[in-house]
């Protein structure tokens, strides 16, 4: 065939989803009730009694012994860590209620006893085949690895490099592709067979995108989660704070409203909207982008807040590193507001997505616990509670109860992230005439005073001569809009191979990209669209659309009303990056700076490449 492949869409409720979810209301049940050592040795038998029929694999021992390892994971724990087979899941719950912390990285483990050992990916031919005459396999294939034989085409496998030229010119659809779902969902080549035979997860590669654990039809991927330690946190007194995502809106029956009373009964000390702090990255990253593609004409500037995009950057296409911006995400802005509130509380990021975990594992000054909605939902059954019965009437946010404005709610959706920039534009543009930053020579001046890398002043006045910082365009009256826009979006999603290929070519010269701001997503239309979703993307776009435009009427009026919190101590951290920084970086030319990078190089904040440092 010549379509393209259909993919597993998140948000569709597989038998596998639904098995899935059953264990982990069962773990968060026993949680909550105080019992989860007494009865999780039961789980696998009760999951597959005697009187099952209806075995997955051989037998319903395997079955068991599966579960076993899946329950393991869903306690947090990883399945490679394993040293006592006969450990039963009695002492792994104990382990997972005494810990203080969650699971660290590596995150993703692969159950190597439910891998189905897939047969690598290849091309065959059918008896579909009708041996034409043409035979325009044979003349299109670059290796000729297509005979025929006894009539019809073959293809030999030794010679064949998959390029897939043979099935796209088969006048009979006669040639099929067999795929690995888990190797042709990933985007960077991080999972491949291993010698055992399972699939293996390379970690100098994995951006954890969560793509081959949404398409392994076997479940095979599991990532260690964290609803033991949340519910614990919150059983034994401790504040939680729950911090939800703009997609997660979209993921519950009921209202908003109904959805943070039912969080509050399940027992979170607060409910806080993401999109506020989603409202105050796009300030901060507007603010940003004037400054260093507007005023100090670097080529173009990348958004930051998807976590898998930006690991794929910083292990697949480092020479794009150095304009991914320094604006920290909104998960990271909002657990940054609540512990500046107060360090004693403890956060939980609810979001679609399983890269934020592995970001949340990395942030641990400002990230606790992070779920997805798959999980919430596992929790709030658990807990009996029926989100669309709670009350309808909120009483706000103790620590926030401002209201996101529509461009924040909508930072869940493609294209959204660029859209907020654009927004906040005017306003940053009003505050840049208002307080005006340091001059040029001031600039100078103060990188040679504190520069720690050797650079001189000569050096340093060089590099800003060859940048010398443009005049800002006028900032429009309120209500107008800027005419021309400076800001010229243009878009990645979803992050798939080619996506990265694309990353690489900006690389090599980022003058060539369609524009200088660019929004990427792994998921196909962004947030929404995550993989631990439980909604289909279609399905959750709507729903959040309705609740971003009822949001209208609460647009951005100026800089400072998106700054909830302190706004000069955000200022101060605009290009200090909330990161890892790779621990091996490939050697470069060392490229000519701006002087507000050549700045930063010589107080410390990135390296000589221009690469941020934490």
Partial sequence: PTTKRSKMESGCVTAAVTFERGLITRVARGVIHGD???????????????????????????????????????????LEDETDEAKPLAAYAHEALA????????????????????????????NACQGCVARPCMSTCPKKAISRVDGQAKIDPDLCVRCGACQKVCPYHAIVKLAVPCEEACPVGAIAKGPSGHAEIDWEKC?????????CPFSSVLDPLQVVDVLKA?????????????????????????????LKALGFWDVIDV????????????????????????????????PAYYQAVKLHAPGMYRYVSGTPSPMQFCGDMVKHANPELLTCFVGPCTAKRAEGLRRKD???????????????????????????????????????????????????????????????????HAHPRQSLE????????????????????????????????????????????????????????????????????P??????LLEAMCCDGGCIAGPGSIVTKAVGMAKLKKIADARANMLTRDLEDILVGDPESVRKSVHKRFHEVPEVIPATPVPAQTPVTQMLIDSGLMDKHGRPLD
Avoid at 102 to 124: I, K
Avoid at 477 to 504: H, M, N, T, W
Avoid at 511 to 516: F, I, M
């Fill in 36 to 78: 989860l050592e007494d009865i999780v040795n039961r789980f696998p038998i009760e999951a597959h009694p005697k009187e099952d029929k209806q075995s997955s694999r051989c037998c319903r021992h395997k079955d068991r012994a599966i579960t076993k390892y899946r329950l393991m994971a869903i306690m947090g724990h990883r």
């Fill in 234 to 262: 919150m059983k034994g007194g401790k504040r939680v704070v729950a911090m939800i995502a703009p997609a997660i809106l979209a993921n519950f029956p009921g209202s908003v409203e109904q959805f943070y009373n039912a």
């Fill in 99 to 126: 810990r203080e912390k969650p699971t660290v990285q590596p995150g993703m483990t692969v159950l190597g006893e439910s891998c189905r050992n897939c047969t690598p990916a290849a091309y065959f031919v059918t």
């Fill in 511 to 516: 003058t060539k990209a369609p524009g200088n």
């Fill in 366 to 432: 400002t990230i606790d616990f992070v779920v997805t909605a798959n999980e919430m939902k596992c929790m709030l059954d658990a807990a009996e509670i029926d989100v669309a019965k709670q009350p309808t009437a909120w009483t706000g946010s103790v620590l926030f109860p401002q209201i996101a404005t529509l461009q924040g709610t909508n930072f869940a959706l493609g294209k959204g992230v660029a859209a907020a920039v654009v927004a906040a534009l005017p306003a940053v543009l009003r505050d840049a």
């Fill in 207 to 215: 951006i954890h995108c969560g793509q081959c654990q949404l398409h």
């Fill in 442 to 509: 001031e600039h100078v001046a103060d990188a040679a005073a504190q520069a720690t890398t050797g650079v001189a002043p000569a050096t340093a006045t060089a590099a800003a001569a060859a940048a010398a910082p443009v005049e800002l365009p006028a900032a429009p009256a309120k209500g107008q809009a800027l005419e021309p826009c400076p800001v010229r979006p243009f878009y990645i999603s979803p992050l798939d191979k080619k996506a990265i290929l694309q990353l690489k070519a900006y690389q090599r010269d």
């Fill in 275 to 306: 999109s506020l702090a989603a409202d105050r990255c796009s300030g901060i990253e507007c603010e940003e982008f004037v400054e260093r593609v507007v005023e100090h004409h670097e080529p173009l500037m990348t958004t930051s807040c998807c």
